[in-house]
C-alpha cells in the first residue's frame, strides 16, 4: 500500500511538471490540479500506511520491552564500570563504553517511539529526558578518558549513572502506570 502511494506521489509530481511545461505561455490549470491531488492522495496513503505499520499493537509491545531490556543493560553495566572505575585504567574506560553502550544506546534509540504510542507524551519525555542527560555525562566520560582526567571520569560515571537508573525508573512506572489504565 505505501509502494501505490509513493508512485501516486511520482505519478503525481510528473504530471504537474507536464503541465506546466506543454505551454510556453501558458499553464494547463485542469491537469495541474488534477495532478496534484493525485500527488496528495500519495501523500496521505504513504502517510496513514506508516502511521498504521508504526502503531501496530504488535510492534508497540515489542518495541517496549526491548527499550526497557536494553536500558536494563545499559544500567547494569555503567553500574558495573562505576563500581570498578578505581581499578580501571582512565584511558581504558572508554574501550570499555565502547564495548558495552554501543548496541544498547542504539537498540534504545531506535525503539524509544514506542514509549509515545504506549505510555503517552508525557511518559516519553520524563524517560528521555535523564536518558538524554545519561548519554551526555557517559559521552563526557568517553572524552575525559580519552584525555586522561581521571576525576572526571570518575565524576560523571556516577553522574551517569544516576540518570540511566532514573530513566529506567520512570520507564517502569510509565510501562505500570498505562498497564492499571
Known sequence: MKNLGYMLVIVGFLAGSLAA?????????????????VGSAGLVVVRSTRKRETQSQARITCDIEIVEASLARI?????????EKHSIDTYDVRHRIDQLFTEDLSTFVNARQSITHSC???AYAD????FAAGERYLNRVWSASAD???????TYLEKAKDQFVESLAKLRSSK??????
Open 127 to 130: 524517560v528521555m529526558g535523564p
Open 21 to 37: 511545461v506543454l505551454n510556453k505561455t501558458q499553464v494547463k490549470w485542469d491537469w495541474f490540479v488534477a495532478a496534484l491531488a
Open 176 to 181: 505500570s502506570g498505562s498497564i492499571a489504565s
Open 75 to 83: 544500567v547494569r553495566n555503567i553500574s558495573q564500570i562505576n563500581t
Open 148 to 154: 586522561g582526567y581521571i576525576d572526571e571520569v570518575n
Open 120 to 122: 503517552g507524551l508525557g
